[in-house]
């Protein structure tokens, strides 16, 4: 029987990483084990708990304020035990993260097969997000099977001189876990105490702007000129509603609320858990954020997305419509957003448009894929 080992450590990681374990699981042909780091703990907690699964190991890495370096090493380190003991054939890791790339290392060295979820995206900066370009070139390097998003990241890795027969166009797991997420939250017998906060605290009656940021790359002055724009937003269309979980990082809490405390139809929220927040992003009407997972989930719900950076690894919702780069330009913010809630041609035509990220069949193909070879 094939053994495999799905390694994750963050929360979205492990949102996009949730499908393809439930769609192996299923498969009687292979035995499939899962792993954590736990990169990020308390929101890779909420992760797994909502979508039922039980790691196999758990190495709890988080540590306080830890840096690239020993999160890096400690990875490599702790992996070994576990690649020793389990003896996967094939490791599958996500995306662009330190988890992602230390984990990549440790299977080389192990012998395994190295499997890509959401390979071959590219901004052609190494610099630019710091350092997740270059741990995802880092990791397609090092990967024997790339599980593309789209043509476009396919392209990317076929420039690499990465060989067509290891490339499998999937499209993106996040509309998997999206699909997924969003039945079950909409469930009668669904019962979450932060959707029901959020049911008391949001005036239905008005246009939703949700609002996530936390990027470091926009820390200091790019987060400073966000704000300000959500505020001239918030004060001249008071027919909408702001809300903004806010990171629990220093370097954004401080600023957000300085700014946004106060102000009537702005709502500063806590970080929100992954049932809650797909919840709110199904019931908003505008999304604006730095995430590159949002660019990918909101054009299947309809939601239009002002993303506030000024490159992106996922051109394909630019090129199709659904998302804009503003950058942290404070009127380039506040033009687009005037734009789209007060003409409603020029919304219909953004939230109207095909999701260029999938149809919620990836993992079967990825699993299909790994079944036949």
């Not at 690239?68 to 020793?84: C, Q, S």
């Not at 919702?317 to 404070?330: K, Q, R």
Request: charged share 25%.
């Amino acid at each position: 029987m094939t053994k495999n080992l799905i390694v994750f450590g963050t929360r979205p990681e492990a949102i996009k990483m949730a499908p393809l374990v439930k769609e192996f699981l299923k498969n009687e042909n292979f035995e499939t084990k899962v792993c954590v780091t736990a990169q990020h703990r308390e929101m890779l907690d909420q992760v797994l708990d909502f979508f039922e699964i039980i790691p196999d190991f758990d190495l709890n890495l988080m540590q306080p304020n830890q840096n690239l370096y020993t999160l890096t090493a400690t990875i490599i380190e702790n992996m070994k035990p576990v690649l020793e003991e389990y003896k996967p054939d094939f490791v599958y890791v996500h995306g662009d993260t330190t988890t992602s790339m230390a984990v990549g290392i440790a299977a080389f060295y192990s012998g395994a097969k190295i499997c890509h979820v959401e390979a071959g995206l590219r901004t052609f900066d190494r610099q630019y997000p710091f350092p997740e370009e270059f741990n995802r070139q880092l990791t397609g390097k090092i990967a024997d099977y790339h599980f593309s998003p789209t043509t476009l990241s396919e392209k990317n890795l076929l420039a690499e001189n990465t060989q067509k027969k290891n490339i499998l166009v999937t499209g993106n797991t996040v509309i998997d876990a999206l699909l997924y997420g969003i039945e079950k939250v909409n469930a009668e017998n669904f019962n979450d105490s932060e959707i029901e906060e959020l049911k008391k605290i949001l005036d239905f009656q008005k246009k939703i702007i949700l609002v996530t940021g936390h990027r470091r790359e926009n820390h200091g002055e790019g987060l400073v000129n966000i704000c300000n724009a959500l505020k001239t937003i918030a004060k001249q269309n008071t027919d909408t509603q702001i809300i903004y979980p806010v990171h629990l990082n220093p370097n954004v809490l401080g600023p957000v609320h300085k700014l946004l405390s106060g102000i009537d139809n702005v709502l500063l929220a806590e970080p929100l858990a992954y049932p809650a927040f797909i919840w709110l992003m199904e019931k908003s009407y505008l999304i604006i954020t730095d995430s590159g997972g949002i660019q990918e989930e909101a054009p299947s719900l309809g939601k239009p997305v002002l993303v506030t950076r000024d490159t992106t690894e996922r051109p394909e919702a630019v090129e199709e419509g659904t998302v804009i780069l503003v950058g942290t330009h404070s009127e380039k913010i506040i033009d687009h957003a005037t734009k789209l809630l007060k003409d409603s041609e020029y919304y219909n035509s953004m939230s109207m448009l095909h999701n260029p990220y999938g149809d919620g069949k990836a993992t079967k193909r990825i699993v299909n894929f790994i079944n036949n070879l």
